[in-house]
């Protein structure tokens, strides 16, 4: 299904941003873009859904087990990608955030497709032919990360700030209308902290609508 493209700039957040607590970095994450480099052609979806995790601190965090082989990406420097995979079939996509030596990031859960959607599609197997399709892309933390290539082995590590890499965030001036805080989705640890960030009324939010 062809989506019309706006042409805008697009500036690469730098490593300050991230630099800060992930509560501040969820909430100012929405609306920013993620983008991916596939040879010639460019992904792109618009940041609505996010869930900060703050560390050692924090339960629910891979983080609150300490320093790890597996979750050291966590632990510094900001701004770079933390993938995991879960539940035995999907990775999840993340970034550092605080400063380095500090734990603390921030899990994508959605977004909403802005370009690139035929390579999308072919990435999750599915077919677009209507709006309601391109929920089947991006809605979803399994589905984003599958929709743009995303996979520890391509991705952990990588510093998302670097104008080298084929993964980063950008932001083009858009501003979210309004932004809600929830509690987190799918954990039974501190469940009830409200860390979860989304877009309010964005139809690509994933899990409980808002």
């Given at each position: 299904?062809?989506?019309?493209?706006?042409?805008?700039?697009l500036?690469?957040?730098?490593?300050?941003?991230?630099?800060?607590?992930?509560r501040?970095?969820?909430?100012?994450?929405?609306g920013?873009?993620?983008v991916?480099?596939?040879?010639?052609?460019?992904?792109?979806?618009?940041i609505?859904?996010?869930?900060?995790?703050?560390?050692?601190?924090?339960?629910?965090?891979?983080?609150?087990?300490?320093?790890t082989?597996?979750?050291?990406?966590?632990?510094?420097?900001?701004?770079?990608?933390?993938?995991?995979?879960?539940?035995?079939?999907?990775?999840?996509?993340?970034?550092s955030?605080?400063?380095?030596?500090?734990?603390?990031?921030?899990?994508?859960?959605?977004?909403?497709?802005?370009?690139?959607?035929?390579?999308?599609?072919?990435?999750?197997?599915?077919?677009?032919?209507?709006?309601?399709?391109?929920?089947?892309?991006?809605?979803?933390?399994?589905?984003?990360a599958?929709?743009?290539?995303?996979?520890?082995?391509?991705?952990?590590?990588?510093?998302?700030?670097?104008?080298?890499?084929?993964?980063?965030?950008?932001?083009?001036s858009?501003?979210?209308?309004?932004?809600?805080?929830?509690?987190?989705?799918?954990i039974?640890?501190?469940?009830?902290?409200?860390?979860?960030?989304?877009?309010?009324?964005?139809?690509?939010?994933?899990?409980?609508?808002?």
């Amino acid at each position: 299904m062809p989506i019309p493209v706006k042409r805008v700039r697009l500036v690469r957040l730098q490593r300050s941003f991230f630099e800060r607590d992930p509560r501040q970095v969820s909430r100012d994450l929405l609306g920013k873009v993620l983008v991916r480099r596939e040879g010639k052609t460019l992904l792109k979806g618009r940041i609505v859904e996010v869930e900060a995790y703050l560390g050692e601190d924090d339960p629910a965090a891979h983080a609150a087990a300490g320093r790890t082989a597996r979750n050291d990406v966590l632990f510094g420097p900001p701004g770079r990608a933390y993938v995991y995979f879960i539940y035995g079939n999907h990775w999840c996509f993340n970034v550092s955030t605080l400063p380095d030596g500090v734990a603390g990031g921030v899990l994508f859960r959605a977004l909403e497709p802005l370009e690139g959607i035929d390579a999308m599609a072919r990435a999750r197997g599915v077919t677009v032919n209507t709006q309601r399709d391109l929920r089947l892309l991006t809605s979803g933390p399994g589905r984003l990360a599958q929709a743009f290539g995303i996979t520890r082995l391509r991705d952990n590590g990588k510093d998302l700030t670097s104008a080298k890499s084929d993964l980063w965030i950008a932001d083009d001036s858009y501003r979210p209308p309004h932004i809600l805080e929830t509690v987190r989705i799918g954990i039974t640890k501190a469940a009830e902290m409200p860390l979860r960030y989304v877009i309010g009324g964005n139809p690509f939010v994933s899990g409980r609508k808002t």
